[in-house]
């Protein structure tokens, strides 16, 4: 794809790493009022790409003996969460096999807009004030044991982190994840309060300006995602998570391995997986809201990267497509 064509249609950064070699382009505006231009620092938005750094703190508990897969809810909340049943276990949150009737169910659900209608989205800046949108639905029995992608779980996640730690998760993140891994760019930030160098996320309008994303999507993210980070700073976190830095082997290989899923989709552990072939095997973390769509696969064998981030709600799922034939064809 030329770059002129490729600077009109994308709004983001790709970064590729094979052999320790990196390429890295960068299109369109992280402002685009401003005409201010994305460089290899500017941090991005990755939705639900935040479950793997929950899932990692969850795992660094168990291994700390703070909790197990086993744990159930109502180990910290009684008959606090209402209508959900208190024999849930970390196990079925972790792996989206809870049955807990969500706040935003993806499967059924396509505008995150109108969540804002029940409640302002500038008054979510922490886990518990989203629980107010899943907690009173009526639970469907039938649901629970299936894979069913489910943001509410980790909300309790990162809540539950919250409760063993006594502090904010994303403090918690900061201090067990992220300085550990030198991901200085990364963090949950506020859309009122952003950092410099951060990307603005816009939404597509069909024959319109595109507007930015501040009252679609959380004010401040919580366990379901909503962080902050940069491509250098994912390129970190899979390498230092794979030289055992935060969590042993065994529970590296836990996670990576599939838990939960479907023919089309296999799940392990906070952590999706590619169908593997006997050399290509690729895990991957993505997220998509409004303003915001990003991939990273991770080949745990040759240490390949590569991650795509938009804040134009681009398709960066064709992109990962596209690498992922590649790499197979040049086997």
């Not at 890295?24 to 231009?37: F, P, T, V």
């Not at 990364?186 to 309060?193: A, I, K, R, S, V």
């Not at 290509?280 to 993505?286: F, K, L, R, V």
Request: charge should be negative; hydrophobic fraction near 35%; include cysteine.
């Amino acid at each position: 794809m030329e770059n002129e064509k490729k600077e009109n249609e994308f709004s983001g950064i790709i970064l590729k790493r094979e052999k320790q070699q990196f390429q890295i382009e960068m299109y369109g505006h992280r402002d685009k009022s401003n005409q201010l231009a994305i460089h290899i620092d500017t941090k991005f938005g990755t939705a639900s790409m935040g479950k793997i750094f929950v899932a990692v703190a969850i795992m660094k508990l168990i291994e700390q003996k703070k909790l197990s897969l086993e744990t159930t809810l109502n180990n910290f909340y009684g008959t606090s969460l209402k209508e959900i049943d208190g024999d849930i276990t970390i196990y079925e949150l972790l792996t989206h096999t809870s049955g807990i009737q969500d706040y935003f169910d993806e499967s059924i659900e396509a505008d995150y807009e109108q969540l804002w209608q029940k409640i302002p989205n500038y008054s979510i800046r922490k886990n518990s004030d989203i629980m107010p949108l899943f907690i009173d639905k009526k639970q469907d029995s039938k649901r629970r044991g299936e894979f069913i992608y489910n943001n509410a779980g980790y909300v309790l996640l990162a809540d539950i982190i919250e409760k063993i730690t006594n502090c904010h998760f994303d403090q918690v993140l900061k201090d067990m994840v992220f300085d550990k891994l030198h991901m200085s760019n990364t963090g949950y930030f506020e859309l009122d309060n952003l950092p410099a160098n951060t990307a603005i996320g816009y939404i597509k309008e069909q024959g319109e300006n595109p507007r930015s994303n501040i009252y679609s999507i959380d004010c401040k993210g919580t366990g379901a995602g909503g962080c902050y980070t940069t491509v250098m700073d994912i390129c970190n976190f899979w390498d230092g998570l794979f030289s055992y830095e935060i969590l042993s082997e065994k529970s590296i290989s836990e996670m990576i391995k599939k838990h939960a899923g479907n023919e089309k989709e296999q799940y392990g552990l906070g952590i999706w997986l590619v169908n593997p072939t006997k050399k290509h095997t690729h895990i991957y973390i993505e997220g998509c809201d409004p303003g915001v769509s990003c991939i990273s696969l991770f080949n745990p064998l040759e240490k390949d990267i590569f991650t795509v981030f938009s804040n134009y709600e681009d398709n960066v799922w064709d992109l990962a497509r596209n690498y992922l034939a590649d790499k197979k064809n040049n086997v």
